[in-house]
T-cell receptor
Framework: DARVTQTPRHKVTEMGQEVTMRCQPI?????VFWYRQTMMQGLELLAY????????DSGMPKDRFSAEMPDATLATLKIQPSEPRDSAVYFC?????????????FGPGTRLTVT | RKEVEQDPGPFNVPEGATVAFNCTYS??????FFWYRQDCRKEPKLLMS???SGNEDGRFTAQLNRASQYISLLIRDSKLSDSATYLC???????????FGSGTRLQVQP
């Protein structure tokens, strides 16, 4: 049963520290998404990649966030420096591009708390 | 106006009831539509795609109304295990991938 994996599952850090979240997409999926979910904002798309190339990162604060896909089995989301307002659940999803859309499969998320 | 709008609920229904949710979208050129289900403190999971001709999967039926720009999800014979938040997802145009609605919470009661 193929699944998207994310590490760490939970992270508590102090303001100003660097945070790196990792995602292993489902083998064979050509698209990887990063989302952030909070009670106030719901699920927001931060960035997505197709065939490892970034396609849209307009939802991501560029000054502190960066997303990369160094190879087909690893996607990373980095926050530097972190701030309390970054506290949220960060989901990675992978999927296949279909005609007109994607079917996405989400990882379990990284629950980030910045104090 | 938000790109994708949903009634947050909660919809409280008894077991066995039929319940329906709508989701409206603002971009008339939107190309494809999905329903996801999210349990409390879990990740969203794909429930079903929504095709122009409608889509049925067991107790679940999804429909698209392009003229009025909404999609719907109908759940028949509700089970306690259907209690969750149902997220509407719309694929717009251009490079923007997908937009999620804020979700509709369903609580099925014994």
């Amino acid at each position: 049963d193929a699944r998207v994996t994310q590490t760490p599952r939970h992270k508590v850090t102090e303001m100003g520290q660097e945070v790196t979240m990792r995602c292993q997409p489902i083998l064979g999926h050509n698209t990887v998404f990063w989302y952030r979910q909070t009670m106030m904002q719901g699920l927001e798309l931060l960035a997505y990649f197709r065939n490892r190339a970034p396609l849209d990162d307009s939802g991501m604060p560029k000054d502190r966030f960066s997303a990369e896909m160094p190879d087909a089995t690893l996607a990373t989301l980095k926050i530097q420096p972190s701030e309390p307002r970054d506290s949220a659940v960060y989901f990675c999803a992978s999927g296949l591009q279909l005609e007109g859309g994607y079917e996405q499969y989400f990882g379990p998320g990284t629950r980030l708390t910045v104090t | 106006r938000k790109e994708v709008e949903q009634d947050p609920g909660p919809f409280n229904v008894p077991e066995g009831a039929t319940v329906a949710f709508n989701c409206t979208y603002s971009n008339s050129a939107s190309q494809s539509f999905f329903w996801y289900r999210q349990d409390c403190r879990k990740e969203p999971k794909l429930l079903m795609s929504v095709y122009s001709s409608g889509n049925e999967d067991g107790r679940f039926t999804a429909q698209l109304n392009r003229a009025s720009q909404y999609i719907s999800l109908l759940i028949r014979d509700s089970k306690l295990s259907d209690s969750a938040t149902y997220l509407c997802v719309v694929k717009g145009t251009g490079r923007r991938a997908l937009t999620f609605g804020s979700g509709t919470r369903l609580q099925v009661q014994p």
